[in-house]
């Protein structure tokens, strides 16, 4: 079997030297760049099955290699890692792509665990998944990973298209922030959810007529999100 791939963007030696270690600890392929240039120097070849990048980095930052990573269809997941506090540096990577963030100092377990969640989401799914599952106009190819709205392709990242599929398997179902994050992130999360409405924005964006007043993923106020199909009005005439 094929060892996954992650790349590690991180412009201090330490830090790189400790992911690297722990992740081919258990098993992982690893590469190390330590500028935002790098990594598109060494995609091509290395093709990583997942990055871990750091905000702050010589050449390019994380939110520019992110933003141009995703500009360019390359849908590989990210997770970002910053030092600082403001969570309007983590909001920036989310909304330029990225599917999670860590803070630093990070256990290097916790970061590990973060992965493989991440791995189990994309990886291949059960067979027991439908071929489609139809809402309104949207049509989810769960095997395919690919989503049609009206007939048309739409590109989402990964933690997009999981977080349509789960909310589409339990449509017209309340679902909480701290459900959404354990069914989608697959860890439990203690703090701030931003991080679920950044990507409930993200799609919105994606799949409803009019973002600022959705028909598709709508809020539950106080409690979390649902999925509905809108009723559609037949004409009297």
Not at 176 to 191: A, E, K, T
Not at 193 to 219: C, F, G, M, Q, W
Request: net charge negative; with cysteine; hydrophobic share 40%.
């Amino acid at each position: 079997m094929n060892k996954k791939k992650i790349l590690v963007v991180d412009d201090e030696p330490s830090i790189s030297m400790l992911i690297d270690f722990n992740l081919k600890l258990v098993g992982y392929d690893v590469q190390c760049v330590y500028d935002g240039e790098a990594v598109f120097d060494v995609i091509p070849q290395f093709r990583p099955d997942l990055i871990v990048l750091d905000l702050m980095l010589p050449k390019l930052d994380g939110i520019q290699v992110c933003k141009r990573l995703r500009e360019q269809n390359n849908l590989v997941p990210i997770i970002m890692l910053t030092a600082l506090q403001d969570l309007s540096d983590k909001i920036a990577g989310l909304d330029n792509g990225a599917d999670d963030y860590m803070t630093k100092p990070f256990s290097p377990q916790e970061l590990i665990s973060r992965i493989q969640a991440i791995m189990r989401r994309t990886g291949a799914l059960p067979t027991a998944e439908p071929e489609s599952m139809q809402i309104g106009p949207i049509r989810i190819l769960p095997e395919q990973r690919e989503v049609t709205l009206n007939g048309e392709s739409i590109e989402l990242t990964p933690k997009e298209f999981e977080l349509l599929l789960f909310l589409c398997k339990h449509r017209g179902k309340v679902l909480s922030r701290q459900q959404l994050l354990h069914g989608v992130w697959d860890y439990h999360f203690i703090g701030d959810t931003r991080i679920v409405d950044v990507h409930i924005s993200h799609l919105r964006d994606k799949i409803e007529k009019n973002a600022r007043n959705p028909e598709y993923i709508v809020t539950i106020r106080n409690v979390g999100y649902k999925l509905t199909e809108p009723v559609v009005k037949e004409s009297l005439a």
